[in-house]
């Protein structure tokens, strides 16, 4: 019998992502998108079903669809533009009630996989310059993401050793980069000037976005269990990072930055999310051999995720790249394959040729 | 777009710009650093060492020594030392105080600083087999007055025998004479040390001999290191936790032996400035 599984925020990237990885994965039957708005990417055979953003019906959907494995994608870990009290919701509510429904009585789950950020670690001077999964987090949250992760996987952990049976992984993620996914670094970084603390240099780790589909993919195919860390191999400093891509650093003074950018925030020009300040003071690195010495291998070093978007930038700044051929494309495809006014059915076949199942 | 069709400078390069290691360290900052560093160690510090063999050539070990003068230089004369006698890079341990403070906090991370976390030592020692430079007296060290000079203070907590320990590594102490007079503080003054938020603020003999730049300039007091026998521990590597009793035993040992080297070092000295 082939696997069900849960996919939880299929509308946003790394939804998306997953459950494309997932589709070509035979050993999969069924594949359920969670979303609380329309899916961006079209799926080939995966479920979309729509929910609320705290999951409060997800113990109805587990068991009408039986899934035995979740995938808990939908964990915001970028606070630039998310209100606090979103951030919470999703985070910390959204974590809580995916959490009962996967192990309430008679639920169907065997393993949940959590897609965490190193943000648990924090980034302060006292912190060591390499985190391993073991090691504790030195201070108390300061911003309202990282706070929300580290109560989000607390949970997680209790979840775990209340449930022996299950599998449960959290996988921390440094921050990504890659040619898709935006995020307020990669954001930054895309623009002639970038922001930096004055007198600071830190090192900073990156993992590229397809080792992050990739890495969850793995542990979810594998069925492993525990906290791993996923971070492209080696560090590299900030201003190496800002001059690969190919922008200027604009330092910012070094007592209270976030008030001097705050106009510069206000006008659209930079992001600065409070994570964001901790990171250009103190960076963060991560010990990543116990995913490696799990079997995992990485495609992209740090460096090679940071060149890898430098070259997805250029070709996103040429003038001849236009995403809205792709938009009319895909609306064209999605009527060949479900409308009823396609009259030629050979139209509908070519299209549909692609999807490994025929829809029902 | 200012920016427009241009091609990033990536395509040039197959990795990243600098040479810089997972602790911040750059060969080139040190080779630099060691360049204008030469003279003042061995012109103006007229440096030397005894037994520098002790020290190994492969593997890990923690070199502990005495910390003395109001800016100590006991740190980069060690670090200067054996990484042009032995060609090896060494790690100076210190407090994460450094790390806080602008310009200061990179370079001295550039230069092979980096913050005294047991889990950094750890990962030196044991995972990456490097030697690192610690002054287990910490700021008592340097902050205490000219008429306790080579009075070693408490060793801590005994923390770098621990660490020593779990790793697997050698202790390997380093006793320095001249460290003390090459800048004597005179007296402290807590308060602005308070508001600047610095571990201690000393007035030196140097600002009064010098004015200004007395305070960053030190007498050129003749500086020798001996570099006592390597200390192994008879123990299990990579425990959680050592005997209480086991480790503060062998850190007061440490302590002693090193005490022993300097006042033997201080009755063979002639003259503070010729040695």
Same mark, same amino acid.
């Given at each position: 019998m082939g696997r069900r599984v849960l996919v939880t925020g299929a509308d946003t990237y790394w939804g998306g992502? %997953?459950?494309?990885?997932?589709?070509?994965?035979?050993?999969?039957?069924?594949?359920?998108?969670?979303?609380?708005?329309?899916?961006?990417?079209?799926?080939?055979?995966?479920?979309?079903?729509?929910?609320?953003?705290?999951?409060?019906?997800?113990?109805?959907?587990?068991?009408?669809?039986?899934?035995?494995? $979740?995938?808990?994608?939908?964990m915001i870990v970028d606070s630039a533009g998310a209100p606090a009290r979103t951030i919470h919701e999703v985070n910390v509510i959204g974590t809580m009630n995916?959490?009962?429904?996967?192990?309430?009585?008679?639920?169907?789950?065997?393993?949940?996989? $959590?897609?965490?950020?190193?943000?648990?670690?924090?980034?302060?001077?006292?912190?060591?310059?390499?985190?391993?999964?073991?090691?504790?987090?030195?201070?108390?949250?300061?911003?309202?993401?990282?706070?929300?992760?580290?109560?989000?996987?607390?949970? $997680?952990?209790?979840?775990?050793?209340?449930?022996?049976?299950?599998?449960?992984?959290?996988?921390?993620f440094a921050d990504t980069l890659g040619s898709d996914i935006v995020t307020s670094i990669s954001k930054n970084l895309s623009r002639p000037m970038c922001p930096s603390v004055f007198g600071f240099d830190p090192l900073v780790q990156f993992v590229e976005e397809d080792d992050v589909v990739r890495a969850l993919e793995f542990v979810t195919q594998h069925r492993l269990a525990g906290t791993y860390?996923?971070?492209?191999?080696?560090?590299? =400093?900030?201003?190496?990072?800002?001059?690969?891509?190919?922008?200027?650093?604009? =330092?910012?003074?070094p007592i209270h930055p976030s008030f001097a950018v705050a106009p510069l925030v206000l006008l659209g020009i930079f992001d600065f999310p409070p994570e964001l300040e901790a990171l250009l003071r103190y960076g963060r690195g991560m010990d990543t051999s116990r995913l490696v010495a799990?079997?995992?291998?990485?495609?992209?070093?740090?460096?090679?995720?940071?060149?890898?978007?430098?070259?997805?930038?250029?070709?996103?700044?040429?003038?001849?790249r236009r995403s809205a051929g792709d938009v009319c494309e895909r609306n064209v495809e999605q009527l060949f394959r479900h409308s009823r006014s396609v009259a030629c059915t050979s139209d509908r076949d070519v299209s549909a040729g692609r999807a490994p199942p025929p829809r029902p | 777009m200012p920016q427009g069709p241009e091609p990033t400078r990536s395509g040039q390069r197959d990795s990243g710009r600098s040479d810089v290691d997972e602790w911040g360290r750059?060969?080139?900052?040190?080779?630099?650093?060691?360049?204008?560093?030469?003279?003042v160690y061995s012109r103006w510090f007229r440096t030397e060492w005894e037994g520098l063999d002790k020290i190994p050539d492969a593997g890990g070990a923690l070199l502990v020594g005495n910390h003395a003068g109001a800016i100590p230089n006991d740190a980069p004369v060690i670090m200067h030392g054996i990484e042009t006698e032995l060609g090896r890079p060494v790690y100076g341990l210190a407090d994460y105080f450094f790390r806080s403070i602008p310009v200061i906090g990179t370079l001295w991370?550039?230069?092979?600083?980096?913050?005294?976390? =047991?889990?950094?030592?750890?990962?030196?020692?044991?995972?990456?087999?490097?030697?690192?430079?610690?002054?287990?007296?910490?700021?008592?060290?340097?902050?205490?007055?000219?008429?306790?000079?080579?009075?070693?203070?408490?060793?801590?907590?005994?923390?770098? $025998?621990?660490i020593a320990m779990r790793a697997g590594v050698p202790v390997v102490p380093?006793?320095?004479?001249?460290?003390?007079?090459?800048?004597?503080?005179?007296?402290?003054?807590?308060?602005?040390?308070?508001?600047?938020?610095?571990?201690?603020?000393?007035?030196?003999?140097?600002?009064?001999?010098?004015? =200004?730049?007395?305070?960053?300039?030190?007498?050129?007091?003749k500086?020798?290191?001996?570099?006592?026998?390597?200390?192994?521990?008879?123990?299990?590597?990579?425990?959680?936790?050592?005997?209480?009793?086991?480790? %503060?035993?062998?850190?007061?040992?440490?302590?002693?032996? %090193?005490?022993?080297?300097?006042?033997?070092?201080?009755?063979?000295?002639?003259?503070?400035?010729?040695?």
């Open positions: 992502r %997953m459950i494309q990885a997932l589709e070509a994965d035979a050993e999969i039957d069924v594949l359920v998108g969670l979303g609380t708005s329309a899916p961006a990417v079209t799926f080939e055979r995966a479920e979309f079903v729509r929910a609320d953003q705290t999951y409060s019906i997800l113990n109805r959907i587990v068991h009408a669809t039986q899934v035995d494995t $979740v995938l808990h994608t939908f995916l959490l009962a429904a996967a192990g309430a009585p008679s639920s169907p789950v065997h393993q949940v996989v $959590v897609k965490s950020s190193s943000l648990v670690y924090g980034s302060t001077e006292r912190d060591p310059a390499t985190f391993t999964e073991e090691t504790p987090r030195a201070h108390a949250p300061r911003s309202v993401v990282e706070r929300s992760l580290v109560e989000a996987e607390g949970m $997680v952990r209790d979840f775990a050793e209340d449930n022996p049976s299950m599998l449960v992984a959290t996988l921390r860390n996923v971070a492209g191999d080696g560090r590299l =400093p900030w201003s190496d990072v800002a001059a690969i891509c190919g922008t200027r650093l604009l =330092p910012l003074p799990a079997g995992f291998e990485y495609h992209c070093s740090s460096a090679s995720a940071v060149q890898r978007f430098a070259r997805s930038l250029h070709q996103r700044k040429s003038p001849r | 750059s060969e080139r900052v040190r080779a630099l650093a060691r360049r204008i560093y030469g003279p991370s550039r230069a092979g600083g980096v913050s005294a976390r =047991p889990d950094n030592a750890y990962r030196l020692l044991r995972d990456q087999g490097q030697l690192a430079l610690v002054f287990p007296e910490g700021t008592k060290g340097p902050s205490k007055p000219y008429s306790d000079r080579y009075q070693l203070r408490r060793f801590g907590r005994g923390g770098f $025998v621990e380093i006793a320095i004479v001249g460290s003390e007079e090459t800048m004597p503080v005179l007296w402290q003054v807590p308060r602005i040390a308070r508001a600047l938020g610095m571990p201690y603020f000393p007035v030196t003999a140097n600002v009064l001999v010098m004015g =200004p730049i007395g305070a960053i300039v030190p007498f050129p007091a500086l020798r290191l001996r570099v006592l026998e390597p200390v192994t521990f008879d123990v299990e590597v990579d425990q959680d936790r050592y005997p209480k009793s086991k480790v %503060m035993e062998e850190s007061e040992r440490i302590r002693q032996t %090193m005490q022993a080297a300097l006042y033997d070092m201080l009755s063979h000295r002639h003259s503070i400035w010729f040695g």
